[in-house]
């Protein structure tokens, strides 16, 4: 089973507009509402790619049932602790005219810590050897970075491969906990890093640093230049093909579920990284929010390609 967390999680509202005027009234040609953040987005690939998952984390006030109903109707199992406040919403506007999008985040409520204790108990019933926990997304507020070091250490204590995908502290508390995989874009690994990373050679350097500071594998992720997964004794690129780009929401969160179909089914990183890139390609051909398509990730698979260099990585962190 692989088991997704979300702590902070969104309903995302999508609007497109032929063309959007800003000081002056749009029309709306279309809407969608889905529920969102990090971890409910790869339950939501996972499902879609025919794999079955659950998805926990935190859920506050009615949105938060609207999140955890959404998810049971599109056949997701999910199980997250109700709080007080109000799920938040995030706004993305899509201008067709240019194919640009522009995404409003709001920051969510404040969570009284003791749900932590809830949700890690709930946890320890589901996770048992073999499987796989997803740590993803942003912290709600006054919930401390050092959460995410938790979940993963809860993760190693129950035998199970922990996966981090997050962002500046979050993302560094994290990494703390030694998790199996760690999947970052290049903006995130540059914030953690406090450096411009240009170049593929800087990127691939990055990885290493990322192991270093306790991965097992990273993996960063830089848009049409591609993606780099460094392991213990192996650098591995990917490049997807060249796609008209609807948006971009969401791809990360495609190529980390494509990735995990393959290694949750005892595959490699060369498998792993080619249907991460090809469900990350796929999820840019879509509007909005609506992530990738099972069809279009298959037809995009064989187009991606994919690489290996051997080297002696430095070592992980103890």
């Not at 507009?17 to 800003?22: I, P």
């Not at 690939?45 to 999140?67: K, N």
């Not at 069809?295 to 698979?301: G, P, Q, W």
Request: hydrophobic share 40%; charged share 25%.
């Amino acid at each position: 089973m692989i088991i997704t967390v979300t702590l902070n999680p969104a309903v995302d509202h999508t609007l497109d507009l032929h063309h959007l005027t800003l000081g002056d009234t749009n029309r709306v040609q279309n809407s969608r509402i889905d529920p969102g953040g990090k971890g409910i987005n790869v339950s939501r690939v996972l499902q879609e790619l025919g794999r079955e998952s659950m998805a926990s984390g935190l859920a506050p006030g009615s949105l938060g049932r609207f999140v955890e109903h959404s998810l049971l109707e599109r056949g997701i199992l999910c199980d997250f602790v109700h709080t007080r406040g109000q799920t938040r919403t995030n706004l993305t506007i899509v201008d067709e005219s240019i194919h640009e999008t522009t995404l409003l985040s709001y920051r969510g409520p404040e969570i009284d810590p003791r749900h932590m204790t809830t949700l890690e108990t709930k946890l320890r019933r589901y996770l048992s050897s073999g499987d796989w926990l997803v740590v993803a997304g942003s912290i709600p507020p006054p919930i401390k970075p050092e959460a995410y070091e938790r979940l993963i250490a809860l993760g190693r204590e129950a035998g199970v491969s922990t996966v981090l995908d997050a962002d500046a502290e979050a993302l560094a508390a994290g990494l703390r906990g030694k998790p199996d995989l760690v999947k970052t874009n290049h903006h995130e690994a540059e914030r953690l890093l406090g450096r411009e990373l240009g170049d593929d050679a800087l990127l691939e350097q990055a990885a290493h640093e990322m192991r270093a500071a306790g991965a097992g594998t990273a993996v960063i992720t830089a848009g049409g230049r591609g993606a780099v997964a460094v392991t213990e004794d192996e650098v591995w690129w990917a490049w997807p093909p060249e796609v008209a780009v609807v948006s971009s929401v969401g791809a990360g969160d495609a190529l980390l579920a494509g990735m995990l179909l393959q290694l949750s089914d005892g595959r490699g990183i060369e498998d792993a990284l080619r249907w991460g890139t090809a469900a990350g390609a796929a999820a840019c051909l879509t509007p909005g929010t609506q992530l990738c398509a099972r069809e279009a990730v298959l037809n995009t698979i064989d187009h991606v390609r994919v690489k290996r260099t051997t080297v002696r990585a430095p070592a992980r962190a103890n």
